[in-house]
């Protein structure tokens, strides 16, 4: 087993779907939720939570009815109690929010996509290959001597967002900046922020927009190879048929979306996926000795995990999705970490198996129109990056001090830290 799941007991209606506690783990609620009620609206907020990974593939692929303008919801995780006072920094200090890709419905969401998608065609992703390679032999080379890492630090946050400074065009020493800023986008998603956590995270997000603006400044009048040139440049044709330039807050939309979307997310799958290889050495050794078997572990630990555990719709009219009715103006939640332990899909789905036939039909990467744009980076990142991790860190134990504690976040989900041992090289 991946984890000890322990059945929750007692009434769905008394349970608090989003007790931090319960965000932590799970896996409980989320097999509660598939057993009784696969399509429940939660009595206290009035979300429906969708479990099961049919319904959830249904509602993700009807995008006209289960819209993902969900901008608003997005800001504040869902909660009231959202501050002026951090809506006044964005708006007197910041650009506005607009909604390109992922708040986007289609017409407008698809132009934006289309836009972003050349930038992660399988063909560019294959040519960043020997960056990726070289890249993740430099992080290893920092802390190698020592016996001992942090991965989620050491390795797992810092080669996404190498990774993507390299391919928006920004130079790795602005490194410590980006995982701040990264970091605020995602403390913004968790659902659990204070009023005065909002201030600080609208600080924190002026300056990545102030940071960007400048740079799109300067790459809109010198060029180059990268995808803030391209944002600067291209010609780009609004639902209105009108050709124009993008606005600056469009631009700013869509970087944001590329650092956040990806760097929490492959970062956790990275650290998931030692964290599955330590606690099951059989799995270890079948993966140390076969490489081949690396991409399938990979689908396996992001089945377990699920980073983007859940993502929000907004239902456009009355509609019935698992035979319940569902009015216009409701808000979703697609569980997909659920969906991917799905037992009708996944025999014994709580079991990490890097042999698993099947793995790969999880919907860790969402399904439908808004299906990740940046899966085949994050998947040749991964796919790259643990042959030599687990050719260069050997006999990889956990240390001590590890408290295997996943944030609470409404929507994603992964751990922070974890730290471990190896042979020393
Ligand atoms: C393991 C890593 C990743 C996971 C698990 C993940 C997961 C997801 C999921 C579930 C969605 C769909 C959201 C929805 O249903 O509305 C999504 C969309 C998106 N992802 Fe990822 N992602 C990952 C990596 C990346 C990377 C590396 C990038 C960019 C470089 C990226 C950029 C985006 C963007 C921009 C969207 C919105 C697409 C749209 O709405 O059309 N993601 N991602």
């Not at 076969?290 to 990979?298: R, T």
């Not at 993502?311 to 319940?324: A, F, S």
């Not at 030599?388 to 996943?406: P, Q, S, T, V």
Request: proline share 5%; hydrophobic share 35%; with cysteine.
């Amino acid at each position: 087993m991946s984890e000890a799941i322990k059945p929750i007991d007692g009434d769905l209606k008394d349970i608090n779907i989003f007790d931090p506690e319960l965000m932590k783990c799970p896996h409980a609620l989320y097999k509660k939720l598939r057993d009784e009620s696969p399509v429940y609206q939660d009595p206290a907020t009035g979300i429906f939570q969708v479990s099961k990974l049919e319904l959830i593939c249904e509602a993700a692929r009807n995008p006209k009815v289960f819209s993902n303008d969900f901008g608003a919801l997005q800001k504040d995780g869902g909660s009231d109690d959202y501050p002026q006072e951090a809506a006044d920094i964005m708006m007197k200090e910041g650009y506005p929010s607009v909604n390109t890709m992922l708040t986007a419905d289609p017409p407008r969401h698809t132009r934006y996509r289309s836009l972003v998608n050349k930038a992660f065609s399988p063909k560019l992703v294959q040519g960043m290959v020997p960056a990726i390679q070289r890249k993740t032999n430099d992080i290893i080379d920092k802390f190698i001597h020592t016996g001992k890492c942090d991965v989620a630090v050491d390795i797992a946050q810092q080669l996404p967002i190498k990774v993507i400074a390299e391919a928006l065009g920004v130079s790795s020493d602005y490194y410590e900046d980006f995982k701040v800023w990264s970091k605020a986008f995602t403390d913004q998603l968790s659902g659990t922020s204070t009023p005065e956590e909002h201030i600080e995270i609208a600080k924190k997000l002026v300056k990545f927009q102030q940071f960007f603006a400048n740079q799109l400044d300067e790459k809109g009048k010198n060029p180059a190879d990268d995808i803030i040139s391209d944002l600067a440049t291209i010609d780009f044709e609004d639902e209105h048929g009108v050709t124009r330039k993008l606005e600056t807050a469009e631009q700013l939309s869509i970087i944001q979306q590329l650092l956040v979307a990806g760097n929490a997310t492959t970062a956790h799958s990275i650290t998931e996926a030692i964290k599955l290889l330590i606690e099951h050495p059989e799995q270890m050794e079948l993966v140390v000795n076969d490489h081949s078997l690396i991409p399938n572990m990979i689908e396996e630990s992001l089945r377990l995990l699920t980073p983007t555990n859940n993502m929000w719709r907004i239902v456009t009219e009355d509609t019935e999705l698992g035979g319940v009715s569902i009015p216009k103006g409701s808000s979703l939640l697609l569980r997909y970490g659920s969906g991917n332990r799905d037992e009708e899909v996944f025999e014994n789905p709580d079991t990490f198996d890097v042999t698993r036939k099947n793995s790969k039909r999880h919907v860790a990467f969402g399904q439908g129109i808004h299906v990740c744009v940046g899966m085949n980076l994050s998947r040749k990142e991964m796919y790259t990056a643990f042959p030599i991790i687990i050719d260069r860190l050997k006999n990889m134990r956990f240390a001590e001090g590890n408290d295997f504690n996943y944030s609470p976040n409404v929507l994603l989900r992964g751990l922070d830290s974890l730290h471990i041992e190896f042979d020393k090289a």
